[in-house]
């Protein structure tokens, strides 16, 4: 027989308790006599009014104390060792998703999983080794395989959970894995079972489920399931925030939103929410210069990390073209026709004196230089250069095809579009072809060495495209193609997503920052960097330094917006094997407490019994 | 007591007309009585008979009665001395508990020892006792003033506590310089039984003591005849003893050693009672509440010498 909770035997100091109410508070009947004249004599020979007395024993008092001791017991949760404590290597896998933070379960459910991982890893027969993942976004190991109980305990108490969407299934194959090939391979999962099945091949492993969910679970649980901002269709300065809320209750129920801009207080509205449905909400006339929106639901309920949401509205700046020609009308003109394009032309001969890392694309018409510069690049009538070595000429080659649905040429017809001649080159490995005529490549279009470069191997006054109504279209699609990247892709992540960061070419250190601390700092590089999402709900921004000074601020939004982890209701996992899967249970032991648990209710109805018979 | 049940049975009432109480008395009297005077003799008036009972002078037995009638009887004179006999009733309110009451029975007990000196022609004086002695009733003679008796011990009620030294002391002093026969009926429980029944001696009282007391006194941790086992008491109950006459309170646990102590205790007091009696020459009789009236009053109290 072995305790997993030793510590529940500090209740048997309730019968020192017990006993102590005995010794002081007799409890006394009482009882009309005639006349105490003879019996006040007699207490003061019996002493039986002083405090402290020699314990009486009476069948009342054993049976209360073998029915505190029985709860003492129960509470020890004794179980019957029934493998021979052989040693085994338990995975435990504690779910750190979002919704294991709902408070349905006191404290929490990441609480709950802690103590019974505890429970666990205490009751390994000695010799055993463990594991612990922390299963959010992606599985974190917190602690390789070692029989040191202590630091197994050590990095359960430091973990914690994350506002991350669970995904159990990287986490689950991989303590499968890690326990498939050990003796006695176990797997231990602490879980809510509020994620998407996983696809599992358990391959004999013993899998250990033991779910967490209250019993009444996602009755008040409503969140904010999506926010967007767009520019209002009669004043594209002026945005519309959308927002849209789910309830997860199984009764009608009322959510009240407000709407803060920049950390002001907009305006707050609500909507009836029907069982298990949504309802959406649209704030308008927004402040001119807002950049960050959040949607807050005003009541608290089971989980927080839902009940609140950002999004950073996108105002972009001009794009800066740098046209160096020595003269091209057709260019000039088309490039001044495209909205939000500002278009600069220079002399080749005053290139060298332009600092052309200050515009976000440049332009060479009829000049290659030898060295393309940093910045996004378009070529057009390339020339010979060591960047792109021509052959020779195709002299008429015959109308332009486009090839596959290449984005550059969306809306583009080039069927009677001609040149009189192409510059014949080999297409490097970076380009693709995008256009052609007698099958030599007459457009090519690719990222060379961190920035992207469209190359128009064709002299435009050479070719009829400026005529044709196509012209602005491919150039609005290839200026497109060639504008600089956003420092972030989306300004709107989920917790521990990938997040895609591109560096400003001069930027000397990255900082990732929430809530006013340094969160995280990158070193920069030619290419984009690559880093997870912070696994916290909230708004982060990504502060680029550059000469000791601020290049740019980008704010971005972590919203969980996730129906999975806000729906608390109560799940069981469904693993493959049926037989390989124990909702409660620990290895080789077998509790027994319901039993203690049913001789106590025995002793509490003799109690019964004893006390009205006496009366 | 139960306002339809009388004192005392029509049946009873003839029987006790053959008892007499006992005394050593001898007193001179103005009124007709049964008691012999020591001034028999002289200028006599034969008054009555009565039947011969065991101590009487065969000499006054009137032989030409026994040769008519085949039956003993002895002349009775004017001048035979009468006997005053004080019946004293403790109606404090400890005497009001107990089952069978205490109280109830008292009543009885005097009712039929008032009957018996009232046949005898006995001049009868009954008083109860509480704190201080209440009214008296009596002088009372004659059958016919047993219906006046009775209906004075049934209009007595427990209201107070015990005080027999006062309530004896007060009693005595109202008898001035006419001893009697002075019959105390009481469960003693007060401290000055002691000092009650000393002023009765000092006024040349002739003492008979009834130690009346209830079962549950006797045995505590007995069950009580008739009541129900939730209000009773048994061995191992904690019990706050409340007084009945003084609200006071003692706690106890009834164990075995509590119930060796107290029935040391009760013996111990019962014991001081009779002793006193015995020294100064005072019949003492113990009668339990529980004990049938015909068998208190035609073996208890004749064996103690109290009726004959």
Known sequence: ?615 | VNEGTPLLAAELMHRLERLQLRSRARTSGLSHGERRSRAHGSSIQFADYREYAVGDDPRLVDWNVYGRSGHLFVKLFEDEALLGVHLLVDVSRSMDWGEPNKLDAARRLAAALGYVALARFDRLYVAPLDEEVGPTLGPLWGRDQAAKLIDGLSGWRAHRATDLGRALGGYARSTGRRPGLAIVISDFLSPSWEDGLRALLRRRHELAVVHLLCPEEVRPAAPAAGSSQAGGVGPGDELRLIDRETGRHVEIHLDAAALDAYARRFAEWTGAIERFCAHHGAAYCRVDSDAALETTCFETLRHRRVLA
Do not use: C
């Open chain 1, 1 to 615: 027989v072995i305790l997993l909770a030793p510590l529940g035997l500090l209740a048997l100091l309730s019968i020192a308790v017990l006993v102590l109410f005995y010794l002081l508070r007799v409890r006394y009947r009482d009882h009309e006599v005639g006349s105490t004249y003879l019996w006040a004599q007699l207490t003061r020979d019996l002493a039986v009014h002083e405090p402290w007395q020699k314990p009486r024993l009476s069948l009342l008092l054993l049976i209360q104390a073998l029915l505190l001791g029985g709860l003492a017991l129960a509470l020890a949760r004794p179980a019957l060792v029934t493998g021979a404590a052989e040693r085994v290597h338990a995975v435990v896998l504690l779910d750190g998703s979002a919704s294991m933070s709902a408070t349905d379960l006191t404290p929490n459910r990441f609480e709950r999983a802690r103590a019974r991982a505890r429970e666990v890893v205490a009751g390994l027969p000695d010799g055993s080794t463990g594991t612990v993942i922390l299963a959010a976004a992606r599985p974190d190991v917190l602690a390789a395989e070692t029989s040191d109980r202590a630091r197994l305990l050590a990095v359960l108490d430091g973990a914690g959970p994350t506002d991350a969407p669970g995904d159990l299934g990287p986490a689950l194959r991989m303590a499968v894995a890690l326990a498939r090939d050990r003796a006695n391979g176990q797997v231990h999962v602490f879980s809510d079972g509020a994620f998407r099945t996983p696809d599992l091949d358990a391959g004999g492993v013993r899998v250990f489920y033991q779910p967490l969910a209250g019993e009444d679970a996602g009755v008040d649980n409503r969140a904010i399931v999506a926010i967007d901002a767009r520019p209002e269709p009669q004043n594209r300065r002026r945005h519309q925030a959308f927002v849209r809320v789910q309830s997860y209750a199984a009764q009608a129920t009322r959510a009240v939103v407000a709407l803060r801009a920049d950390d002001r207080l907009i305006d707050s509205q609500s909507v009836e929410l029907a069982p298990g449905g949504s309802g959406s909400l649209i704030f308008a006339d927004l402040p001119l210069d807002a950049r960050v929106l959040e949607a807050r639901l005003l009541d608290r309920d089971a989980l927080a990390s839902d009940d609140r949401a950002w999004t950073v509205l996108e105002r972009r700046e001009p794009t800066q073209v740098l046209l160096v020609t020595r003269g091209n009308m057709f260019l000039e003109r088309v490039l001044s026709l495209i909205p939000d394009v500002e278009p600069f032309r220079v002399p080749p001969r005053r290139l060298g004196a332009i600092d052309d890392g200050a515009y976000d694309a440049i332009v060479f018409d009829g000049i290659v230089p030898d060295v393309l510069p940093r910045r996004p690049t378009l070529i057009v009538n390339h020339q010979d250069s060591p960047f792109l070595p021509v052959r020779g000429l195709v002299r008429r080659p015959g109308a332009l095809v486009g090839l596959g649905d290449d984005p550059l040429l969306r809306y583009v017809d080039l069927r009677d579009v001609r040149v009189t001649r192409l510059a014949d080159v080999t297409p490097p490995g970076w380009a693709r072809v995008v256009a052609e005529a007698d099958g030599h490549p007459a457009i090519l279009a690719g990222e060379y060495e961190g920035r992207r470069v469209v190359i128009f191997l064709f002299d435009l006054q050479g070719s009829n495209l400026p005529l044709s109504a196509s012209f602005p279209i491919l150039m609005a699609n290839v200026l497109g193609y060639l504008e600089p990247p956003r420092a972030l892709e989306q300004p709107v992540v989920r917790p521990g997503a990938a997040l895609r960061v591109v560096p400003r070419p001069q930027a000397e250190e990255i900082r990732l920052e929430g809530d006013g601390a340094v969160v995280r700092r990158l070193k920069p590089s030619a290419l984009p960097l690559a880093l997870d999402a912070p696994t916290r709900v909230g708004l982060y921004t990504i502060r680029q330094l550059a000469a000791g000074e601020v290049a740019s601020v980008d704010a971005f939004a972590v919203n969980l917006a996730d129906a999975e982890e806000s729906d608390l209701h109560a799940r069981t996992l469904a693993l493959p094997s049926d037989d390989q899967v124990r909702t409660t249970g620990l290895p080789g032991s077998r509790e027994f407490w319901p039993l203690v648990i049913v001789a106590v209710a025995g002793l509490l109805v003799g109690e019964w019994w004893w006390f009205h018979r006496r009366a």
